[in-house]
Antibody, heavy 120, light 107 residues
Framework: QVQLVESGGGVVQPGGSLRLSCAAS????????MHWVRQAPGKGLEWVAL????????YYTDSVKGRFTISRDNSQNTLYLQMNSLRAEDSAVYYC?????????????WGQGTLVTVSS | EIVMTQSPATLSVSPGERATLSCRAS??????LAWYQQKPGQAPRLLIY???TRATGLPARFSGSGSGTEFTLTISSLQSEDFAIYYC?????????FGQGTKVEVK
């Protein structure tokens, strides 16, 4: 069965960095785009970034452009999110999610999430 | 950015009753619209994609409709496990955007 397992969350000071990981299994990782979606405490969902199946292209929401980098290692079935220059407003549960299929950017499987808290 | 507006914010429904949730896009998203269900402490779950196609294993009491800017999620007869928050999401334009959610609660 499909499994997405995030790790790497924690408490970090404003301006700091954190790297999230998402280990994928149960599907052909190399044929799916992968996303990061976040949810601030008590708030709604916000899409953060997408990387295409082969890593050829990446897309970001405006608020993280230049600060966050999405990447993947297809040999290890792992997705990453490098987060730099973190701000208080980046505090959220970060979910990795897989797209349903190429060209359809709905998310058919999600991980359980990892909590990032940006605070001094 | 396409703004997705869901209504109502909260829907109070008795078990066995019908629930109708609305989602409006600030510009056309064709049928590139998905619905998700989220329960407390859990990740979202895909219910509907392509505005009207049920995800694998989803009970037939869930249905989606609409195109362009107006969309509806209908739950024909609410079961206890359906009380949750529901989000719509458009994937027609960058950035991908979600509605703010509709909470379906027990009346």
């Amino acid at each position: 069965q499909v499994q997405l397992v995030e790790s790497g969350g924690g408490v970090v000071q404003p301006g700091g960095s954190l790297r999230l990981s998402c280990a994928a299994s149960g599907f052909t990782f190399t044929t799916h785009g992968m996303h990061w979606v976040r949810q601030a405490p008590g708030k709604g969902l916000e899409w953060v970034a997408l990387i295409l199946y082969d890593g050829s292209n990446t897309y970001y929401t405006d608020s993280v452009k230049g600060r966050f980098t999405i990447s993947r290692d297809n040999s290890q079935n792992t997705l990453y999110l490098q987060m730099n220059s973190l701000r208080a407003e980046d505090s959220a549960v970060y979910y990795c999610a897989k797209d349903r299929l190429y060209g359809d950017l709905s998310f058919d499987y999600w991980g359980q999430g990892t909590l990032v808290t940006v605070s001094s | 950015e396409i703004v997705m507006t869901q209504s109502p914010a909260t829907l109070s429904v008795s078990p066995g009753e019908r629930a109708t949730l609305s989602c409006r896009a600030s510009q056309s998203v064709s049928t590139n619209l998905a619905w998700y269900q989220q329960k407390p402490g859990q990740a979202p779950r895909l219910l509907i994609y392509g505005a009207s196609t049920r995800a694998t294993g989803l009970p037939a009491r869930f249905s989606g409709s609409g195109s362009g800017t107006e969309f509806t999620l209908t739950i024909s007869s609410l079961q206890s496990e359906d009380f949750a928050i529901y989000y719509c999401q458009q994937y027609n334009n960058w950035p991908l955007t979600f509605g703010q959610g509709t909470k379906v609660e027990v009346k």
